[in-house]
């Protein structure tokens, strides 16, 4: 963006409204500077200009001291070696005043400054240099070659240190360069011949090359001050966004902690009715005390057994949601067998698909070890997998529960159906917490949406993957992996020396004893 230039706010998207915000912050900001700046910029880049200016000329104070008295020194040659010496001595005064109004300007703080005031001493300070350089370089030193050459030799040395120091000031640097240049130029046209004219046109070109590297040295200073100013501005809301962070955080978390005390106490509030529920509609159902009068009562205390565990269940699930989330669920793991817990998942299952006429397929791979892992996890996570197959796949549709080795050494069990499918957009949705896609919002069988963050999130525990596949109007499959770690393998027994065991009636000697006895030479009988 060129600067003093409006953004144009309303090419950027809606999605990027922050960026909005600091942009129009920053343009008002902007503003605000420039009508209470005097030169254009903010009162923060003035200060610092100036503050870059008084440094530069205090840390050149030596040369320029240098410089004078050399150029004092060789005037002498061709002049009253009294009249250079009153100009290097008035020219050395004017050093002095300005590097003491330099220290001053760096000593006073920024608050009780004007920086108007010290820009106006600093450019006329830089004025009365400059014209005291010009009445040494027009001072009638003759007229020959060697004394042009001098002359011009001087003025470009003067124009480029004074350009260099004042950089941060174009207008200082102005003041300072332009006497001495106009007064060598017209010198030298004064001459009448052709070799003062070229001189003439060459201290011009001099003036106008070394005021355009000192503006260009000023802009650049001025952007350096800019993205300074853009990254402070940047570190300061890197900053405010962390601590709202942080509070939304905290406060995230401190209502996750409520949700789960809300759940852990309510639980036994609900259990507690829910089970003598589920009792008395069982026994009315099963007519444990006599047939109903009426046979709609069978009816009804049958559709509420059935609503009670829908409901028990679903408590169920939201409590170890919870306490997945929280972080609290502790996994009881033990040696299991993959391979078993899917078969029994499968034959718990099989009335359910076949009422629905679903052909189950199983697909084993034989001789599998056994895996260290939470028994009732797994079982949880085979039985949501294939109640979801078995909920979302029509009449006539077949599923395939597969288990065997991965390809790192690992076990996984894979549940394939061809249901309806999940459209590619949805997989997200279905896989967080109460996600539910559009076949399940059409579906007869809704459900609360935790099958498979529940599962994904027992697989996470594992150390495991949850991959999930579907293709609409083509099918699902879900793969569940187990890192080789959790493989148990098979070790061969442990041998042990037994301890040398000591007869009946002997001594026991201790083990130093049996190797000092170990040593000694064996003798034959007869020997």
Partial sequence: MIPGEQPDLSALPPETSPVKR??????????????????????????????QYAQNRLS???????????????????????????????????????ITKCRQFLAQPMSTMSAKAWRLRFILLDLFYGLAWMFILIHPVGTDESSNTFMLFVMLLVV?????????????????????TAAIALDFALQGNLRAYILAIM????????????????????????ARAEKDVLIVELEQAKMISDEARQRAEAANISKSRFLAQMSHELRTPLNAI???????????????????????????????????????????????????????????????????CHHLLMLRATSRGITMHEVYEQDLPRLWADERAIRQIALNLLSNS???????????????????????????????????????????????GSNSIKSAEQGAGLGLPIAKSLVDLHGGTFTLKSKLRIGTEVIVTFPPERVVAAM?????????????????????ERRRLSRRPLFRAGT
């Avoid at 040369?63 to 008035?90: H, K």
């Avoid at 549709?397 to 894979?414: C, F, H, N, P, R």
């Avoid at 040398?500 to 083990?511: K, R, W």
Wanted: proline share 5%; glycine share 8%.
């Fill in 160 to 180: 480029a240190v004074s350009s260099m120091l004042a950089s941060s000031l174009p207008i200082a640097a102005f003041a300072a360069t332009f006497p001495v």
């Fill in 390 to 436: 078995i909920k979302f796949t029509p009449q006539g549709g077949e599923i395939w529960l597969k288990v065997g080795w991965t390809a790192s050494g690992g076990q996984y069990m894979s549940v394939k159906d061809t249901g309806a499918g999940i459209p590619e957009e949805e997989i997200p949705v279905v896989l967080a917490s109460f996600g539910q």
């Fill in 22 to 51: 600091r942009l129009a912050a920053q343009h008002v900001r902007d503003a605000r500077d420039r009508l209470t700046s005097t030169s254009g910029t903010r009162p923060h880049f003035d200060y610092e200009l100036l503050r």
């Fill in 203 to 226: 201290a011009v070109s001099a003036q106008g090359y070394f005021a355009v590297l000192a503006y260009r040295l000023y802009s650049t200073t001025l952007a350096t001050l800019e």
């Fill in 492 to 512: 061969a027994p442990m041998t042990e020396h037994a301890p040398p065991i000591t007869p009946p009636g002997e001594p026991i000697l201790s083990s130093e």
């Fill in 60 to 98: 050149a104070s030596l040369v320029i001291l240098l410089l004078v008295a050399t150029i004092g020194f060789l005037s002498s040659l061709w002049t009253d070696a009294v009249a250079a010496g009153a100009w290097t001595a008035s020219v050395l005064v004017i050093h002095a005043v300005i």
């Fill in 278 to 344: 589920l009792g008395f509609s069982e026994v009315m159902k099963t007519e444990v005390f006599g047939e109903h009068q009426i046979a709609a009562y069978k009816e009804y205390s049958g559709d509420i057994h059935t609503s009670g565990v829908h409901l028990l269940g679903l408590i169920n699930e939201i409590l170890d949601l919870s306490r997945i989330e929280a972080g609290r669920y502790e996994l009881n793991e033990e040696s299991v067998s993959l391979t078993g817990i899917a078969e029994d």
